[in-house]
């Protein structure tokens, strides 16, 4: 029914123009990338008379119909690319990643709506003040191989989002904090383990306002980040950090959709959403040691 109601609207222009096609060789068709239109690639040359020639003509016209369509019918890519236009990269950190992500999660899902292939929330490190020669950060390793505590960064939870709804992801980033504005795992002590969040341009980003205000709401404060910032553990603050010059570094496959130790598994289904991320593409290969 889509192809039907996509080829109604054409009906009317190509029934007047039969004519002219049919008496005339002029007329614009979309081209190819060789330069060639479209319907001459795939009709017969309109050579010859009597039945021949009607028959080509009838082939012309139907791939000129094709040819229309296939050059002018794609709205959805036009809404697609607009809305991608509208999404920002975002981070946010408080404490062990591995939570903050099953919570942004469910923040993707709820606020957003959107499914499983279309999630975007990944762990990772950020406010750092380099990478490794290789543009590596990486978790703890044996090898000792571009360690994240040593370059400086924390554990944040990176995601894809309408600008509109940069507000309500704040709120449910503040809702994380408990207490006297603690983070729920205290026990683990450092600067790898600190509070902090990334907008593009820092709390120069238009809706930095609102943010703010979530994070009073709260009795947080916001401070500006400088790179390899000390923990905020007993501090009631979050690190604001510009994401244009303390990027988001993705995080192993490892840790991707990974159960948390303070609370019940999160179950196979959710564990799973790793290796689906991994072969779409949604989770890259960081070149750190890793399971795959």
Request: a neutral charge; aromatic letters at 8%.
């Amino acid at each position: 029914m889509k192809n039907l109601l996509v080829l109604v609207p054409m009906a009317t222009p190509l029934i007047l123009l039969l004519p002219r096609l049919l008496s005339a060789s002029a007329y614009t068709i979309p081209k190819s990338a060789g330069g060639r239109s479209l319907a001459a690639e795939a009709a017969p040359p309109l050579v010859g008379g009597g039945r021949d020639s009607i028959r080509n003509r009838r082939a012309f016209l139907s791939n000129v119909v094709g040819a229309v369509v296939v050059a002018t019918v794609h709205p959805n890519r036009a809404a697609a690319a607009a809305e991608d236009a509208n999404q920002e990269d975002v981070y946010f950190g408080v404490g062990c990643f591995w939570h903050v992500q099953h919570e942004f999660v469910l923040a993707e899902r709820n606020l957003l709506g959107r499914k499983d292939n279309e999630l975007t929330s990944l762990t990772g490190y950020a406010g750092g003040l380099k990478a490794d020669s290789e543009g590596r950060v990486c978790y703890h390793n044996f090898q000792s191989v571009a360690d994240y505590g040593k370059l400086g960064h924390g554990e944040v939870v990176g995601m894809k989002i309408p600008s509109a709804s940069i507000e309500d992801f704040a709120v449910e980033y503040f809702k994380l904090f408990v207490g006297e504005g603690e983070r729920v795992d205290v026990m683990d002590k450092g600067g790898e383990y600190r509070s902090l969040l990334g907008l593009p341009g820092g709390r120069k980003h238009p809706m930095f306002g609102q943010v703010e205000a979530a994070a009073t709401n709260r009795g947080l404060t916001l401070v500006d980040g400088k790179g390899n910032d000390p923990d905020t553990l007993g501090k009631r603050l979050v690190y604001v950090m510009d994401s244009n010059k303390f990027p988001f570094y993705q995080a192993e496959v490892y840790h991707q959709y990974h159960n948390d130790f303070l609370s019940p598994a999160y179950g196979k289904k959710y564990n799973d959403l790793g290796d689906a991320a991994l072969d779409d593409g949604r989770i890259k290969l960081t070149g750190c040691p890793d399971r795959v």
